[in-house]
């Protein structure tokens, strides 16, 4: 019976802080293989329990099992590993710039790296992305080039957002990928309303929203979601639960829904939870997703359970709320060696040709670093034209932004 005196105010806590030892039994882990793959069609009624599952095709042996399995070629497997590990080398070097003053800021993706890489695959040429800041997986397995993503990370005279972005937010309509916003889940709904633009034209492209586990408590998720379901958006609803956001833990923006996919239950969304670490897994369920809103059968929301193994960014320092070792004992794993041993297994790959490609690729992310660096770095060398700023505005520059454009003597 509950107390009837004074009330008690709750506030969620993580299960351990830094210093303690780390404690992940609160994350239940189906059997790889043993959730079941849904027809298309399925009334979302009836799939209710996977809000509350976790979609996994790799096994602890890296065998691929299960319904969800078998939709990819050795090839593109290996070409995703390439993708995965050349996401992972850039970080590491852009992080390393950071640190020696060439750019302001930068954001890793270490331990998600399969979250984008392996969804991007799962599109057709024309759909639009509308990411957070990070998902450039989504651009390296699309063939973006490292060159132009780093002229912006250094804010050169190269720069192809002309320094009007943040070093990390990137920007192309050609690769699918919707300029970031540094308003957190502002693009959720935006990219429901581009959806829906879509369904309006007849067109055949559909969109992808992405959102990260704390931004779900803004208000334009649950508009997002309001919109999807009633309209039947063509679009895919990501949420990558990496366990924190900036310092704080998925508990506080959770609230009691128990997972962060089970928020769309209410609005009847098929809502499913994937292993994020599991690229084939991450592949099949982005590939039912967009499948699904390519037949007009309406949105679905995906959790991809992760974890942000590096700091949120290049200003964060995780040992201040939680436990160094803590990444080392997340259950799920590393994506690029779950993905390696597997192809390994399958003798499409092995330790010595897994050395030879990653001094293959750090070699290319050098290359382009020295390319990139050559039209200058955030202290050194060319800068965007200050005539860049009055550029780009309006169809037509209006008489006072002419004026003023005199005046700089641009």
């Not at 189906?30 to 793959?37: E, K, N, T, Y």
């Not at 060439?102 to 890489?117: D, I, N, P, R, W």
């Not at 005279?157 to 916003?181: C, N, T, V, W």
């Amino acid at each position: 019976m509950a107390d009837a005196g004074m009330l008690h105010f709750h506030v969620p806590e993580p299960e351990v802080r830094p210093g303690g030892t780390p404690d992940f039994s609160n994350v239940t882990i189906a059997a790889a293989g043993s959730v079941p793959r849904p027809d298309i069609d399925v009334d979302p009624r009836t799939i209710r329990d996977m809000a509350f599952s976790i979609i996994r095709v790799l096994n602890r042996d890296g065998e691929a099992v299960g319904p969800w399995a078998g939709l990819l070629s050795n090839e593109e497997l290996l070409e995703g590993l390439r993708h995965m590990m050349t996401l992972r080398t850039f970080d590491a070097r852009m992080q390393m710039a950071q640190r020696q003053g060439k750019t302001s800021f930068y954001m890793q993706h270490l331990g998600e790296e399969a979250v984008s890489c392996a969804f991007r695959k799962a599109l057709s040429p024309g759909d639009m992305n509308f990411p957070t800041y990070r998902q450039a997986g989504l651009l390296i397995a699309d063939g973006y080039p490292m060159v132009t993503m780093m002229n912006q990370i250094y804010s050169n005279e190269a720069d192809p957002l002309k320094g009007r972005q943040l070093p990390i937010m990137y920007s192309s309509k050609e690769h699918g990928f919707f300029s970031i916003s540094g308003n957190l889940a502002t693009q959720y709904i935006q990219a429901v309303g581009w959806a829906m633009a879509s369904a309006i034209s007849n067109d055949s492209k559909i969109a992808a929203a992405w959102i990260g586990d704390g931004s779900t408590a803004e208000s334009d998720f649950h508009s997002a979601l309001v919109f999807a379901s009633t309209y039947k958006a063509p679009v895919v609803l990501n949420v990558v639960n990496n366990q924190w956001a900036i310092s704080t833990f998925q508990g506080i923006a959770r609230g009691g829904s128990g997972t962060f996919a089970a928020r769309g239950l209410g609005f009847g969304i098929p809502s499913l939870r994937v292993d994020g670490n599991d690229y084939l897994a991450v592949h099949a369920v982005a590939k039912w997703a967009a499948e699904r809103a390519r037949k007009n059968l309406g949105p679905t929301l995906v959790e991809y359970v992760t974890y942000r193994a590096g700091a949120h960014s290049s200003s964060d320092d995780p040992s201040a709320y939680r436990p160094k070792t803590e990444s080392d004992a997340w259950p799920l794993g590393d994506p690029i060696v779950r993905l390696k041993n597997h192809l390994i297994g399958l003798g499409a790959w092995s330790d010595e040709r897994h050395a030879q490609a990653e001094a293959e690729i750090l070699d290319t992310v050098i290359a382009a670093q020295k390319e990139a660096e050559s039209h200058g770095t955030l202290h050194a060398g060319g800068k965007p034209s200050t005539r860049d700023m009055f550029e780009g505005l309006y169809a037509e520059m209006p008489p006072h932004l002419r004026r003023q454009r005199q005046q700089a003597g641009v």
